[in-house]
């Protein structure tokens, strides 16, 4: 349960670099190179990031760039990732509802990528799940940014 975030981070932008380069965007990571170790389910995080990973890849359009950040919070002990995009956006309208189960902004507009809706609406149970918050802040035709909050390990020991 105690988990290096550094690591976790690079396999995660490490499994998604052959889409990334496939779609043409470019997907970077911004973060120290020392985090605390931190309590999380592992496999649980890794859906997460997957989820929206994908989603900024997908809804991103050539030329753009994903960037996948981590800082540490040292007051609320805890550390804050976030997965920002040069994507589509979201209209404000729909973003309220944008974590509903099967919950998708008008299809037509995305390039013809096709999904469920459920990336989101797991993303956030599992967060959840971790006694943690998750947000998304985006702007139409101009990019999304979703951010999530993970508990330092026992001790907050740098990984
Ligand atoms: P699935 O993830 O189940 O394959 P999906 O990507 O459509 O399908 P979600 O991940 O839940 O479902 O996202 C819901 C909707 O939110 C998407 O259909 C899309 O309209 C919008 N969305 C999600 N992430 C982004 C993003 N980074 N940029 C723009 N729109 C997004
Ligand atoms: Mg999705």
Do not use: C
Request: proline share 3%; hydrophobic share 40%.
């Amino acid at each position: 349960k105690e988990a290096d975030l550094n690591r976790l981070l690079h396999y995660a932008a490490d499994r998604f670099s052959m889409f990334s380069e496939q779609q043409e965007v470019q997907l970077s990571l911004d973060m120290p190179s020392k985090l605390p170790l931190v309590y999380i389910d592992l496999d649980a995080i890794n859906q997460v990031l997957d989820n929206l990973l994908s989603n900024a890849i997908k809804y991103t359009p050539q030329g753009g760039t994903v960037v996948l950040m981590a800082k540490e919070n040292h007051k609320q002990r805890r550390v804050q990732i976030s997965i920002t995009d040069t994507g589509i956006g979201i209209p404000s309208r729909d973003l309220k509802r944008i974590f509903e189960r099967f919950y998708r902004v008008d299809k037509a507009r995305s390039r013809g990528q096709g999904g469920t809706g459920l990336g989101l609406a797991i993303a956030r149970e599992l967060v959840q799940a971790h006694g943690a918050d998750i947000e998304i802040t985006s702007e139409w035709n101009v990019g999304t940014t979703v951010t999530f909050w993970v508990p330092f390990a026992q001790g907050g020991k740098t990984g």
